[in-house]
């Protein structure tokens, strides 16, 4: 039987967080929070980016791109998480639901890969190649490798979502997770995995491991370039340009290689979810708090949008 025949009456069962119940309540609600902080983090970032001129180059346009893969990604995830944190039993959910969350989820990971190793494309332009990086970085382009990211992460992830649709699922129904990803759905199957095994490893290569190096080597050659600088004034302002990007990087990657990376075996289930909450539901969160916090341009144009909104209050009042 493939998917198509046991859409109705193969469910799954997510088993999520076992949480004491005398912390139920408060583990929603932190979740409710962490959700509403993360969309309205990211909306606020692409408003920001829309509304201020100052805000009209690469570098901007590409962190607005990313915030819209936040809120995908968050709005894939965390409702799910908040109904097992609210409701005592499980999640239950058809096996085409089960994998259509993780399609979505794998996109905008792949998405956000891509994106990051662009803005880290871009800051090398910027700071090593500062003579033309007006003509190999402008609207045009911009938008050309914007679409092709998208693209890249949504067709190719579509593509090895077809290879999962037509696995057998039988057995076992039961996910000790809080959403459906690969390993737990391969899990369940009866079928051979190794063409979905594989397939997932050469997508981690080309959408992960890859873009990776290339940003090493991007910031190792804007690393060289910063300490040719002689002032350190100069120096620190450059590297104020790309910091932030270098932290979400950091958060990114540092929590894939924990939880893809490091090997399983004797991780806990518990241990093994908290690292997945962290690139799953954490990073999406300090996105736009790391760059709001690091980034004087983004803290003008908001601090312009108050005002202007303060003066039109008092005007009609």
């Not at 039993?89 to 996109?107: E, G, K, L, P, R």
């Amino acid at each position: 039987m493939g998917i198509n025949n046991m859409t109705v009456a193969t469910v799954i069962h997510l088993l999520g967080f076992q949480i004491p119940e005398n912390i139920r309540f408060l583990v929603f609600f932190l979740f409710l929070m962490i959700y509403c902080v993360t969309i309205c983090g990211n909306l606020l970032i692409i408003t920001l980016v829309s509304y201020g001129k100052a805000l009209h180059s690469p570098m901007y346009f590409f962190l607005a791109q990313l915030a819209v893969s936040d809120i995908l990604l968050a709005t894939d995830v965390l409702p799910n998480t908040l109904h097992v944190a609210f409701v005592e039993s499980t999640m239950i959910v058809s096996i085409s639901d089960c994998i259509a969350q993780f399609y979505f989820f794998a996109a905008t990971e792949t998405l956000e890969c891509l994106l990051l190793t662009v803005m880290s494309y871009d800051r090398y332009l910027a700071i090593c190649k500062p003579l033309h990086y007006a003509m190999l970085m402008n609207h045009k382009v911009c938008w050309r490798i914007t679409l092709i990211s998208w693209t890249l992460g949504f067709v190719s992830e579509f593509i090895h979502t077809l290879t999962i649709s037509k696995l057998q699922f039988c057995g076992s129904n039961i996910i000790d997770h809080f959403f459906c990803d690969l390993d737990p759905i391969l899990q369940l199957s009866c079928s051979d995995t190794t063409t979905a095994q594989l397939e997932a490893t050469a997508l981690s290569v080309i959408f992960a491991i890859i873009p990776f190096f290339a940003i090493i080597v991007s910031y190792i050659c804007i690393i060289v370039t910063i300490l040719e600088i002689p002032s350190i004034v100069g120096r620190q302002k450059v590297f104020s340009t790309c910091s932030s990007h270098l932290t979400v990087v950091s958060i990114f990657y540092g929590t894939i290689v924990c939880v893809y990376l490091v090997p399983s075996r004797g991780q806990s289930l518990n241990i093994s979810k908290f690292l997945s909450l962290l690139y799953t539901v954490v990073t999406p969160l300090l996105n736009p708090i790391i760059y709001s916090l690091r980034n004087k341009d983004l803290k003008k144009v908001a601090g312009e949008i108050i005002r202007k909104f303060l003066y039109l209050r008092l005007n009609n009042h």
